[in-house]
């Protein structure tokens, strides 16, 4: 199946957009055409990025421990509307030079080259590399594995601070679904081998 | 004010919107959405319009799976090295 006949069927994609989602697909790694200004009318979208937005882990100790990041939302936007889920799962995002520059601090030039060229071409499963926005001048990286939650009320809060610092184009949003399904909805290795058959 | 309808499961009002098509409730719509905006006897929830509409999810799921093949050909998953510098990098960050 090619691109357009997959983008056909998918039944998600208005068969007008179809043409202009398979153009930006075309021009992959080449991924400027993901991101906008923050959309001017509608506050609550699926994948919008949020500066200041707290995420809390547990440690190996068991220990919790919290720290703010840009961070992705990650709920259909359905399920961000007021009144709808009392929580928001959110995936943070590291500052792509940072994560760089600790790579070849620790591998060096050469033997992090070939790493960090599939993390910025998108072809790591686990993660999204995104084009630079807000302080992220080489991009930023969403780590599609280390989601956290917070209760609804901090997402209100935060879009009242005006946390909201790019949304997601249109096209953007496809390839966004399409990465997070790549990541999920993966196969299974035929290694793995469960309990019964029903 | 708080909303009515939020607590109202979709596949009840879809059964309640079917039944009015069969004529065997009057409500004066047909439709979901108006049916929920007669119920809040106010203004419609404003969640409702962004919750997709019904698919054949199993194509659907499918064919997405496919465009994101089709798209990331090469796509792997994290080599263990590549794990293990990522986690590291991670904790910094909540340092």
Known sequence: ?198 | MTSLIQHIPMTFLMAYSAAGLKGDVSTGTTNAASLEFQSELATPTENFSYCAPDQDEARTSLAWIALGKELLPEGRPLLDWERQDADEFFWSQFA
């Open chain 1, 1 to 198: 199946m090619d691109l357009e006949e997959a983008a056909r069927q998918s039944g998600v994609i208005p068969p007008e957009r179809i043409a202009s989602l398979i153009a930006a697909l075309r021009k992959v790694p080449d991924v400027s055409w993901l991101l906008t200004q923050p959309h001017p009318t509608i506050d609550r979208l699926q994948a919008d990025l949020l500066k200041d937005f707290p995420v809390a882990l547990v440690a190996p100790d068991g220990s919790p421990k919290c720290s703010k990041f840009v961070v992705l939302i990650v709920n259909n936007t359905c399920d961000l509307q007021p009144g709808r889920s009392n929580f928001v799962t959110v995936a943070p995002i590291m500052d792509f030079k940072a994560f760089a520059a600790a790579e070849v601090s620790k591998r060096g030039e050469e033997g992090a080259r070939s790493y960090l060229r599939d993390v910025r071409s998108d072809r790591v499963l686990e993660m999204l590399w995104l084009p630079p926005f807000h302080h992220f001048e080489d991009g930023g990286l969403v780590l599609l594995d280390r989601l956290g939650t917070a209760a609804s009320e901090v997402y209100a809060r935060s879009l009242s601070d005006n946390s909201r610092v790019a949304s997601f184009s249109q096209n953007g949003f496809y390839y966004f679904l399409m990465k997070m399904t790549t990541h999920l909805a993966r196969a299974e290795s035929s290694e793995v081998l469960r309990h019964g058959l029903n």
